[in-house]
């Protein structure tokens, strides 16, 4: 969908990210700052705030809801698709 | 009294920590997708009936829609109203149980020319979003916010029912009984009557529907659009002006085209963040009306919100999983900062309290459930001049001891630079102006409106307004350049034509 947060990176809404190897699997937190240094082209403040995504961001993880999956805490899996809608433009 | 303790916060349903492989709760089957309000896990299926269901209810549980009766659906390309878009189409649609009965029409207003979009970002938008509404093979009306200046003074006229109000004790079917009657005795669209109106819309093909892109407009009509906007100094002020136009459009739009109910898509989200934005406005004698499912104050149009259960995140779920395209078009507060105006501070407010009380805008929805006006609904013999000039609403101006007007007027009394002389009496029955160098133009006694001489003009529509942001936004344009400009923007039309009237040889 036509989202306002596609605006924050470079207006292009899809992305295929492959993250740097490392030991411990990565997890949607530590993707969050991966994405704030890699990827944001603009505004970080209107994408993460603090830990976590702006309030009002909805995230899905392969089309659920993130809050059934552990938010943060998820474990990122290869190939997993991840998405993030601005619920703040309205009607 | 507040106090924070382990008490305070439970009752509060703190959201925990999150869960993990929930089960939907309603089919109690499937594995659980998303999570709404304050805990329910829906699984996808249910949450299509869920969601397609709740639209239904609303319609009928609150019933103003007649069969057969023409509503213009606003659409604005956003999340919200598009899916209010997708689900009149499920509910229209032949294989509908319980199918809704109406005759759709679509209104898209390219206010482009304010948020300072270029004419190609502009054509772009209003090209996809007619993309978008050709599918649905209904009649669409694209507006553009410029043609706001060539509108007629009669938009503001609260216009009377064009049905003649049944007693309040009908019931609903002796309603639409009346409605049909009335429609065929005025001999309206007699092509469009209940009978064969929905085999008329399917029997047209994609040629005849007739829709309708009103007139190119000139780069001089969004220039004199870029300088009203230009010239309302705060963001709060624009948002609001820009709502107030939009009405405007919308409003004349349904009534030339002969619609008598719109749809607007404002979500439960959406609402909750008005109601208190509009408080903070200084509009809380309206907020019934501007928070509700029904808007009557224009009197022969209905405004009806049927998504106002919605919440933002049902909303953009729903569109993602089913494929509801939604068209983005940056407004005047994209990526605003949280304090740029009274509006964004608000949505920043609500939103954030919403992720950590997931309850929080259900909460100031069921408040605003409960709000009524204490006076009588909107009386269509009411005169023009008690009537706000820009939003329509009942003047709130009744000059009370301690009432929030008269505080208005003396604190602006005395935030003037020099004194008001000894004849000075809040109501605006004053007897010069202030600051000058011509000759002072005479007051307008009779209308209560206080006029500056031109050099220094500061229309004070005291009496044409209400005392919230009406009449900020009245001051903050730059009134010499539209009352000169010709036509006037219509929303000046009357009050310029007081001032001339009263103001003599200024």
């Given at each position: 969908p036509?989202t ?5 990176f ?17 997890d949607m937190?530590?993707l969050?700052v991966w994405?704030?240094?890699n ?14 995504v ?6 899905l993880?392969n089309d ?8 943060l805490?998820y474990?990122l899996q290869?190939?997993d698709?991840v998405?993030f ?7 | 009294?507040c106090q924070v ?10 959201r925990?920590?999150?869960r ?27 949450f ?9 209810a609303?319609?009928?549980k ?23 878009l997708?689900q009149?189409?499920?509910g229209?649609?032949?294989d509908?149980p319980?199918?809704?009965r109406f ?6 207003i390219?206010?482009?020319g304010?948020?300072g979009q ?15 509404f050709?599918a ?11 043609q ?16 003649e ?31 064969n ?7 047209l ?8 892109v ?33 009405q ?7 009534r030339?085209?002969?619609y008598?109910?719109?749809m ?13 934005s509009n ?5 809380g004698?309206s907020?019934a ?8 104050r224009?009197g022969?149009v209905?405004i ?22 939604s ?9 605003a900062q949280?304090?740029?105006s ?14 950590d ?5 259900s909460?100031?929805y ?8 204490a ?10 001049s ?8 009942a003047?709130?101006?009744k000059?009370e001891?301690?009432s929030?007007?008269?505080a ?12 008001q ?9 004053s ?5 000058g160098?011509g ?14 001489c ?14 919230g942001?009406c ?9 010499v350049l ?11 039309y ?13």
């Amino acid at each position: 969908p036509q989202t306002g947060v596609k605006l924050l990176f470079g207006s292009v809404k899809e992305h295929h990210v492959t993250l740097p190897n490392q030991s411990e699997p990565w997890d949607m937190k530590q993707l969050l700052v991966w994405i704030r240094g890699n990827m944001l082209k603009e505004r970080p403040e209107l994408f993460v705030q603090g830990d976590t995504v702006r309030p009002g961001i909805l995230v899905l993880i392969n089309d659920a809801d993130w809050e059934l999956m552990g938010e943060l805490e998820y474990e990122l899996q290869d190939k997993d698709n991840v998405v993030f809608i601005s619920t703040l433009h309205g009607g | 009294m507040c106090q924070v303790d382990e008490e305070y916060n439970g009752q509060l349903e703190h959201r925990g920590a999150p869960r993990v492989s929930k089960k939907c709760v309603k089919c109690k089957e499937n594995t659980a997708v998303l999570i709404i309000r304050a805990g329910d896990a829906f699984c996808r299926g249910c949450f299509k009936d869920y969601f397609i269901h709740k639209f239904r209810a609303m319609l009928g549980k609150n019933r103003v829609i007649f069969p057969g009766e023409k509503v213009l659906l606003a659409v604005s390309g956003g999340p919200a109203s598009i899916s209010m878009l997708s689900q009149v189409q499920e509910g229209l649609s032949r294989d509908a149980p319980k199918k809704l009965r109406f005759v759709p029409g679509i209104i898209y207003i390219d206010d482009g020319g304010a948020s300072g979009q270029s004419m190609e970002e502009r054509k772009r938008a209003v090209a996809q979003l007619e993309s978008v509404f050709r599918a649905t093979n209904y009649h669409y009306h694209i507006v553009h916010l410029e043609q706001v200046s060539s509108l007629p003074s009669s938009v503001l006229e609260a216009g009377s029912s064009a049905t003649e109000k049944p007693e309040t004790g009908l019931s609903y079917k002796a309603a639409v009984d009346h409605f049909i009657q009335t429609r065929k005795n005025q001999n309206q669209h007699s092509d469009l009557s209940v009978e064969n109106g929905q085999s008329h819309l399917s029997s047209l093909s994609m040629q005849e529907v007739q829709n309708e892109v009103t007139s190119p407009i000139t780069p001089e009509h969004t220039q004199a659009l870029q300088r009203l906007f230009a010239s309302v100094r705060t963001l709060t002020a624009k948002e609001d002006l820009l709502h107030t136009l939009r009405q405007h459009l919308i409003l004349h739009t349904a009534r030339t085209q002969g619609y008598t109910k719109v749809m607007m898509g404002d979500s439960c989200s959406r609402l909750a963040i008005k109601l208190l934005s509009n408080i903070s406005l200084g509009r809380g004698a309206s907020l019934a009306m501007d928070t509700g499912f029904s808007d009557p104050r224009y009197g022969d149009v209905v405004i009806v919100r049927p998504m106002r259960d919605y919440s933002s995140k049902e909303i953009a779920y729903y569109n993602r999983m089913f494929d509801i395209p939604s068209v983005f078009i940056p407004g005047l507060d994209t990526k605003a900062q949280d304090k740029a105006s009274i509006q964004r501070l608000t949505e920043s407010f609500v939103t954030k309290l919403q992720t950590d009380f997931p309850s929080t805008v259900s909460t100031i929805y069921r408040t605003s459930e409960k709000l009524h006006t204490a006076c009588p609904p909107q009386n269509t013999n009411t005169q023009l001049s008690a009537k706000c000039l820009l939003c329509v609403c009942a003047l709130d101006t009744k000059l009370e001891e301690f009432s929030a007007y008269q505080a208005t007027l003396i604190s602006e009394q005395l935030s003037q630079r020099r004194g008001q002389g000894p004849g000075f009496t809040p109501g605006g029955q004053s007897q010069g102006c202030e600051t000058g160098e011509g000759g002072c133009c005479s007051s307008a006694k009779s209308v209560g409106i206080h006029v500056s001489c031109p050099q220094c003009i500061r229309l004070q529509c005291l009496h044409y307004c209400t005392a919230g942001l009406c009449t900020l936004s009245v001051q903050n344009i730059n009134t010499v350049l539209i009352l000169r400009c010709n036509p006037p923007l219509f929303g000046l039309y009357k009050v310029s034509k007081a001032f001339h009237r009263d103001a003599g040889p200024c």
